[in-house]
């Protein structure tokens, strides 16, 4: 009984995510630059201007590692203030909250969507941090399989915190 209900609502979590997603395949183009001139800029602070002042150069790719994971969490700052604004709203998340399911199968689609938004930029950061670093960022001993699980639960991490602090704004203006 129980996994006909996990199907039915995995089915159900599967079809509303992929909507809400379907608007955001359009801006990957868009994403891509700001992550990348958001990388260029760093790593030109780290990768030039620090050696200068005496700091190792390994220090690029160290910056770079944690700027895959920190990229994703960019994406929470924009998806958390439309959430806030939909809930402000009388009629705003009322189209998802009068479907014929539980109202918390509305905030567990908003979390996997803000997870695979923050994933997609994440990737885009290591695909931008690897052709920039070449040979000063070897992928060889890395593990796909760890660094997905690893990317997965930062990202849940992350995205469930701020979906839960988001809860406790009452108005857009209080994010800031």
Known sequence: ???????????????????????????????????????????????????????????????????????????????????VSEMELEDGMSFELVMPFTQRLVYIKALFAHIFRAMTSSILALMFAKIILWNGFDLSNMSLVKFVISLFSVHLLTGSFSLWSATFVYDVSDIT
């Open 1 to 83: 009984m129980f996994q006909v209900y996990l199907l039915q609502y995995s089915r159900i979590i599967v079809g509303m995510v992929s909507v809400d997603l379907a608007g955001f395949a359009y801006t990957i183009k868009e994403k891509f630059i700001d992550t990348a001139a958001r990388l260029a800029s760093r790593g030109l602070v780290y990768g030039v201007f620090l050696p200068i002042i005496g700091a190792p150069q390994s220090y690029i790719g160290i910056y770079f590692a944690g700027a895959v994971f920190a990229a994703g969490m960019f994406e929470y700052t924009g998806t958390v203030a439309s959430l």
